[in-house]
């Protein structure tokens, strides 16, 4: 029943929905015709996380990313955030000098006779095209469907380590070469990053090995001179011992130096990342004052410099050593957590790449005062062993301070070759970290899989979107309409008796009863209709009729001529007379002289008997309404036409008056309450509800004796039975 | 087999008076209506001319001479089938007064049943009391063709109010083959299985072509079994033209 009824709304307002329909469907389907077409390119890369690169960095002390082999959420997110993006977008537009068409261009294109308006406004309306910013590059915003320009997008490609860099741009040779060209560069970006991690222990190297080779040779030198000098042979193993040790510490330091010149540009690195999101700017200040940080960051210290001293001591593998590096690991672990809840708890959003990077920053805070620390420390236990070494015999002494020279020279020669060739390694295994696997391809001109807007993908968009705001607009009006259109609704008013039907006739259909033949389907709705009549007035027969509606048109003649002939078809004496005076329209039903009427009558000197037309129909005679008079509700309303009424009921049977619309003017009203009855023609679809009730209560208060109400042109469903008798 | 027996079939509604009203247009198209009928099983026929509140003496005077004319003529062509006059009555105000005073408005003019027509959009106001009407007067309305009435076909109990009160219903033949579309045809079978449904007619118009009583007879065997088609078919009819009391034949 719910359908049926929502079918049949569906089809009483069929051209709304078509209408609707049509204006999306077409909108869309030209404005896709129109648009000039874009083409999109992709380029696809794979991040890879190189294990050997990766264990080479951890052989000397460096940790490229975050060290694992395989890559986690943390990596990813890193390389499409944003502020790496940006750089390379700028890097690109200036590379491939990226230009779009400017809008005002586009638009002075389109319509005509706008070029010489912006001229005259002081437009410049010659430059056609403008450089693309990055942010244009990246954005994709809604005109740019509308005004296409070349931008990117990059995407993870599902849950994988692939990377999508799409161009889009109107030239398909631009935008393979944007993709590919966002791909290099990202490459490139990546790569410098990564250096930077190397850059200070490669500066102090390139800085150092130049002299610590010189200082080997001299040394080396200084000892052959002195044996072929002193012919001195060789030194005892306790002498041999100490200059051991005191080369192992001064390496130590040499190391250290190293390692604080890394930390150290791993900390300007990952500061200049920071600084770069400055809604994370206040948290890294709040990592520094922070009092357990601080204690942790001491205790650590404290430990690396015990760690130092006992390593004076014992070999690596000792008990003690290896207790205090286990302390050093659990304290770095605290380190680690007290860092998490303060960011945890303080910062509303840390994003997994933040988290990362401030956890890093504060091991190697932790581990440059380390080192700095053990420098400190270093040079009082070198010079007590060198006390030592001067307890011996000048030539031992002097010998020993030269082979001690040696050792140490050569240590570091050998350790600073070492690194600068692990450092080189470790720089070109990372060019690895990330490669094109799929470079981007020029796509083909009008291929329909790399062309934007696609034509049957928007039309069958267009089909689904006009059918749903088709289908919703003709819920919605009809949910908003107050008009009365289904002998349900004229049944819905208290106090109304429902005469019947007339269902909405075709163009060509004639009009009248007594012009149609005898299954025409009109004659079973007057039919029914005089029934319904008849059968309200029982016993009392009705002499008068007055017959009107709620506004203009709605069929009151067309109705009232009908209802007369039927009638007179009946074998009665009936007469129409029309009251109509503002807009007569019973004379379109009958071939009548137009100037002899009621007016004739009741102004001019036309006898009664004269202006009782005979209608053609036997039985049925018709007053029209004559000349109209300028004022015409003052005629209506005198004695002269009450008399009229009832002087013509006197001669026919049934006398039916068309009346002017209530809703018009108080004819129907005063003529209502001269005759026996009234009947109120609605159309279907015209008259509101809110209007029929004022009216309705209107008859009321005038003690008017409403007969019913019929109404006219019914649409829908049960209109089609009409056709089983055609 | 039973079902094969050749089944002596009553059709209650036709319209085969030559010129009378929409149906047979002349003696020549009213004759191969009765010789067909005939041929289709059918032994007794009511001619039920449409008759409106407005013109009913002048309708039935005509149908009367009408039949008397087809009668004679059916005779003389040897055509084995027994003609009876009946009218299928637009429903009006009044309508029971109207047969007070002329019995010929009801079935063989035997004052019991009458063949009433509702209007074909919807149901009148004036419905209930006519019929009502009719009811305490002692004749029985036939509604015609009730599953064509659009109040029928949203909800077939809408005639339950009017069957409770002793109205019969009379489905036509073709609306079980469809003829008047699906919903139509819904309507009507509905009616026969809830057993709301008590005869079945042909409302022929027309020579061949239209649906006879023996196809739609072979339908109803279908929906409801042989032994209520025969009840629609056969009994029911009989009992209407006044077969099972007279007992004359």
Same mark, same amino acid.
């Given at each position: 029943?719910?359908?049926?009824?929502?079918?049949?709304?569906?089809?009483?307002?069929?051209?709304?929905?078509?209408?609707?329909?049509?204006?999306?469907?077409?909108?869309?389907?030209?404005?896709?015709?129109?648009?000039?077409?874009?083409?999109?390119?992709?380029?696809?890369?794979?991040?890879?996380?190189?294990?050997?690169?990766? /264990?080479?960095?951890?052989?000397?002390?460096?940790?490229?990313?975050?060290?694992?082999?395989?890559?986690?959420?943390?990596?990813?997110?890193?390389?499409?955030?944003? /502020?790496?993006?940006?750089?390379?977008?700028?890097?690109?537009?200036?590379?491939?000098?990226?230009?779009?068409?400017?809008?005002?261009?586009?638009?002075?294109?389109?319509?005509?006779?706008?070029?010489?308006?912006?001229?005259?406004?002081?437009?410049?309306?010659?430059?056609?095209?403008?450089?693309?910013?990055?942010?244009?590059?990246?954005?994709?915003?809604?005109?740019?469907?509308?005004?296409?320009?070349?931008?990117?997008?990059?995407?993870?490609?599902?849950?994988?380590?692939?990377?999508?860099?799409?161009?889009?741009?109107?030239?398909?040779?631009?935008?393979?070469?944007?993709?590919?060209?966002?791909?290099?560069?990202?490459?490139?970006?990546?790569?410098?990053?990564?250096?930077?991690?190397?850059?200070?222990?490669?500066?102090?190297?390139?800085?150092?090995?130049?002299?610590?080779?010189?200082?080997?040779?001299?040394?080396?030198?200084?000892?052959?001179?002195?044996?072929?000098?002193?012919?001195?042979?060789?030194?005892?193993?306790?002498?041999?011992?100490?200059?051991?040790?005191?080369?192992?510490?001064?390496?130590?330091?040499?190391?250290?130096?190293?390692?604080?010149?890394?930390?150290?540009?791993?900390?300007?690195?990952?500061?200049?990342?920071?600084?770069?999101?400055?809604?994370?700017?206040?948290?890294?200040?709040?990592?520094?004052?922070?009092?357990?940080?601080?204690?942790?960051?001491?205790?650590?210290?404290?430990?690396?410099?015990?760690?130092?001293?006992?390593?004076?001591?014992?070999?690596?593998?000792?008990?003690?050593?290896?207790?205090?590096?286990?302390?050093?690991?659990?304290?770095?672990?605290?380190?680690?957590?007290?860092?998490?809840?303060?960011?945890?708890?303080?910062?509303?959003?840390?994003?997994?790449?933040?988290?990362?990077?401030?956890?890093?920053?504060?091991?190697?805070?932790?581990?440059?005062?380390?080192?700095?620390?053990?420098?400190?420390?270093?040079?009082?236990?070198?010079?007590?062993?060198?006390?030592?070494?001067?307890?011996?015999?000048?030539?031992?002494?002097?010998?020993?301070?030269?082979?001690?020279?040696?050792?140490?020279?050569?240590?570091?020669?050998?350790?600073?070759?070492?690194?600068?060739?692990?450092?080189?390694?470790?720089?070109?295994?990372?060019?690895?970290?990330?490669?094109?696997?799929?470079?981007?391809?020029?796509?083909?001109?009008?291929?329909?899989?790399?062309?934007?807007?696609?034509?049957?993908?928007?039309?069958?968009?267009?089909?689904?979107?006009?059918?749903?705001?088709?289908?919703?607009?003709?819920?919605?009006?009809?949910?908003?309409?107050?008009?009365?259109?289904?002998?349900?609704?004229?049944?819905?008013?208290?106090?109304?008796?429902?005469?019947?039907?007339?269902?909405?006739?075709?163009?060509?259909?004639?009009?009248?009863?007594?012009?149609?033949?005898?299954?025409?389907?009109?004659?079973?709705?007057?039919?029914?209709?005089?029934?319904?009549?008849?059968?309200?007035?029982?016993?009392?027969?009705?002499?008068?009729?007055?017959?009107?509606?709620?506004?203009?048109?709605?069929?009151?003649?067309?109705?009232?001529?009908?209802?007369?002939?039927?009638?007179?078809?009946?074998?009665?004496?009936?007469?129409?007379?029309?009251?109509?005076?503002?807009?007569?329209?019973?004379?379109?039903?009958?071939?009548?002289?137009?100037?002899?009427?009621?007016?004739?009558?009741?102004?001019?000197?036309?006898?009664?008997?004269?202006?009782?037309?005979?209608?053609?129909?036997?039985?049925?005679?018709?007053?029209?309404?004559?000349?109209?008079?300028?004022?015409?509700?003052?005629?209506?309303?005198?004695?002269?036409?009450?008399?009229?009424?009832?002087?013509?009921?006197?001669?026919?049977?049934?006398?039916?008056?068309?009346?002017?619309?209530?809703?018009?003017?108080?004819?129907?009203?005063?003529?209502?309450?001269?005759?026996?009855?009234?009947?109120?023609?609605?159309?279907?679809?015209?008259?509101?509800?809110?209007?029929?009730?004022?009216?309705?209560?209107?008859?009321?208060?005038?003690?008017?004796?409403?007969?019913?109400?019929?109404?006219?042109?019914?649409?829908?469903?049960?209109?089609?039975?009409?056709?089983?008798?055609? | 087999?039973? @079902?094969?027996?050749?089944?002596?079939?009553?059709?209650?509604?036709?319209?085969?008076?030559?010129?009378?009203?929409?149906?047979?247009?002349?003696?020549?198209?009213?004759?191969?209506?009765?010789?067909?009928?005939?041929?289709?099983?059918? #032994?007794?026929?009511?001619?039920?001319?449409?008759?409106?509140?407005?013109?009913?003496?002048?309708?039935?005077?005509?149908?009367? #001479? @009408?039949?008397?004319?087809?009668?004679?003529?059916?005779?003389?062509?040897?055509?084995?089938?027994?003609?009876?006059?009946?009218?299928?009555?637009?429903?009006?105000?009044?309508?029971?007064?109207?047969?007070?005073?002329? @019995?010929?408005?009801?079935?063989?003019?035997?004052?019991?049943?009458?063949?009433?027509?509702?209007?074909?959009?919807?149901?009148?106001?004036?419905?209930?009391?006519?019929?009502?009407?009719?009811?305490?007067?002692?004749?029985?309305?036939?509604?015609?063709?009730?599953?064509?009435?659009?109040?029928?076909?949203?909800?077939?109990?809408?005639?339950?109010?009017?069957?409770?009160?002793?109205?019969?219903?009379?489905?036509?033949?073709?609306?079980?083959?469809? #003829?008047?579309?699906?919903?139509?045809?819904?309507?009507?079978?509905?009616?026969?299985?809830?057993?709301?449904?008590?005869?079945?007619?042909?409302?022929?118009?027309?020579?061949?072509?239209?649906?006879?009583?023996?196809?739609?007879?072979?339908?109803?065997?279908?929906?409801?079994?042989?032994?209520?088609?025969?009840?629609?078919?056969? @009994?029911?009819?009989?009992?209407?033209?006044?077969?099972? #009391?007279?007992?004359?034949?």
């Amino acid at each position: 029943m719910e359908l049926k009824h929502i079918l049949d709304i569906l089809w009483r307002r069929k051209w709304l929905v078509i209408n609707n329909f049509a204006a999306i469907f077409l909108t869309i389907v030209i404005g896709t015709l129109l648009i000039p077409p874009w083409y999109d390119s992709t380029a696809r890369m794979l991040l890879r996380k190189s294990s050997a690169s990766s /264990s080479v960095l951890a052989s000397i002390g460096l940790s490229g990313g975050s060290g694992s082999v395989t890559l986690d959420e943390t990596d990813r997110a890193d390389y499409l955030a944003l /502020s790496t993006l940006r750089p390379v977008a700028e890097k690109v537009v200036s590379e491939l000098n990226v230009k779009r068409v400017r809008t005002r261009t586009r638009l002075m294109n389109a319509v005509p006779g706008l070029k010489p308006v912006l001229r005259f406004v002081g437009v410049d309306v010659n430059a056609t095209e403008e450089v693309m910013t990055a942010e244009d590059l990246l954005d994709s915003s809604l005109t740019s469907f509308i005004f296409p320009r070349p931008y990117v997008s990059v995407e993870q490609y599902e849950e994988t380590n692939i990377i999508d860099i799409e161009a889009i741009s109107p030239d398909p040779e631009q935008a393979m070469r944007i993709a590919n060209a966002m791909a290099k560069n990202f490459i490139d970006e990546e790569l410098k990053r990564v250096r930077e991690d190397y850059a200070g222990a490669k500066e102090f190297i390139d800085n150092n090995i130049v002299k610590a080779k010189h200082e080997y040779l001299d040394a080396l030198n200084a000892t052959k001179d002195f044996k072929e000098r002193e012919k001195f042979a060789n030194l005892d193993s306790e002498t041999i011992n100490i200059i051991q040790k005191i080369s192992d510490l001064k390496k130590s330091i040499e190391d250290n130096k190293l390692a604080i010149y890394k930390t150290k540009a791993s900390i300007n690195n990952i500061e200049s990342q920071l600084k770069s999101i400055p809604k994370y700017q206040k948290s890294s200040e709040q990592l520094k004052d922070n009092e357990m940080i601080l204690s942790l960051k001491m205790t650590l210290r404290d430990l690396y410099l015990s760690l130092a001293e006992t390593r004076t001591k014992y070999t690596k593998d000792h008990p003690s050593v290896m207790d205090i590096e286990n302390k050093i690991a659990q304290t770095k672990e605290l380190l680690q957590k007290e860092m998490g809840k303060v960011f945890g708890s303080e910062t509303v959003s840390i994003d997994a790449v933040y988290q990362n990077l401030t956890e890093k920053l504060a091991v190697y805070y932790a581990d440059l005062s380390g080192y700095e620390s053990q420098n400190k420390a270093l040079p009082s236990i070198i010079t007590r062993y060198e006390a030592d070494m001067m307890k011996l015999p000048k030539q031992v002494s002097d010998y020993s301070n030269l082979q001690l020279a040696v050792t140490v020279t050569q240590d570091i020669y050998n350790s600073l070759l070492k690194y600068q060739y692990q450092i080189g390694m470790a720089e070109s295994t990372a060019l690895s970290n990330i490669y094109v696997v799929e470079p981007a391809i020029t796509p083909k001109i009008g291929s329909s899989k790399h062309k934007t807007p696609n034509l049957l993908l928007n039309a069958l968009f267009a089909i689904m979107l006009g059918a749903t705001f088709g289908i919703s607009v003709a819920l919605f009006v009809e949910y908003i309409d107050d008009t009365i259109k289904t002998p349900e609704d004229v049944r819905a008013f208290k106090g109304l008796t429902f005469l019947g039907s007339i269902f909405n006739l075709k163009k060509k259909d004639p009009r009248l009863i007594s012009m149609s033949d005898p299954r025409f389907p009109l004659r079973e709705f007057i039919r029914t209709i005089r029934n319904s009549i008849k059968f309200t007035s029982l016993d009392k027969t009705l002499k008068s009729i007055t017959i009107t509606s709620s506004i203009d048109q709605e069929g009151k003649s067309f109705f009232a001529a009908n209802l007369a002939i039927s009638a007179a078809n009946e074998g009665k004496k009936v007469l129409i007379i029309d009251c109509d005076l503002r807009r007569p329209g019973i004379n379109n039903y009958f071939n009548l002289p137009k100037n002899l009427g009621l007016t004739s009558y009741m102004v001019g000197d036309q006898e009664l008997k004269d202006i009782q037309l005979k209608s053609g129909i036997e039985g049925l005679s018709i007053i029209l309404t004559g000349p109209i008079p300028p004022d015409p509700g003052k005629l209506v309303e005198s004695n002269k036409m009450h008399n009229l009424i009832k002087d013509m009921e006197m001669i026919y049977d049934l006398v039916i008056i068309d009346t002017p619309p209530v809703l018009a003017a108080s004819d129907a009203i005063v003529l209502g309450g001269w005759t026996d009855g009234s009947i109120i023609l609605i159309q279907s679809g015209r008259a509101s509800r809110s209007h029929f009730s004022d009216i309705i209560e209107t008859f009321k208060r005038a003690n008017i004796n409403l007969i019913g109400a019929v109404l006219n042109r019914v649409h829908g469903r049960t209109a089609s039975y009409y056709y089983y008798y055609k | 087999m039973a @079902s094969s027996e050749p089944v002596n079939f009553i059709d209650i509604h036709t319209h085969i008076l030559p010129g009378i009203d929409d149906g047979a247009k002349d003696m020549d198209e009213s004759l191969r209506i009765l010789r067909d009928a005939s041929k289709a099983g059918v #032994k007794r026929i009511v001619a039920t001319p449409h008759v409106f509140m407005e013109n009913i003496s002048a309708v039935l005077d005509a149908a009367e #001479k @009408s039949f008397a004319t087809l009668k004679i003529e059916t005779a003389r062509q040897g055509i084995d089938i027994e003609i009876f006059l009946g009218a299928e009555v637009s429903l009006g105000a009044g309508l029971a007064e109207e047969v007070k005073k002329d @019995s010929r408005l009801t079935i063989g003019g035997g004052g019991k049943y009458i063949l009433v027509e509702m209007p074909f959009f919807e149901i009148p106001i004036y419905a209930g009391k006519t019929i009502f009407d009719l009811l305490v007067s002692g004749v029985t309305p036939i509604w015609a063709h009730p599953e064509r009435c659009p109040e029928v076909i949203d909800n077939f109990n809408s005639v339950c109010a009017y069957t409770d009160n002793g109205v019969k219903l009379q489905i036509n033949s073709g609306s079980l083959a469809g #003829k008047y579309g699906r919903s139509v045809k819904r309507a009507a079978v509905n009616l026969i299985e809830n057993g709301l449904a008590h005869i079945m007619a042909s409302d022929t118009h027309r020579a061949g072509g239209d649906e006879t009583l023996l196809k739609g007879f072979i339908r109803l065997e279908e929906i409801c079994g042989r032994g209520k088609a025969l009840g629609m078919c056969v @009994s029911a009819p009989s009992e209407i033209i006044g077969l099972n #009391k007279d007992n004359n034949n």
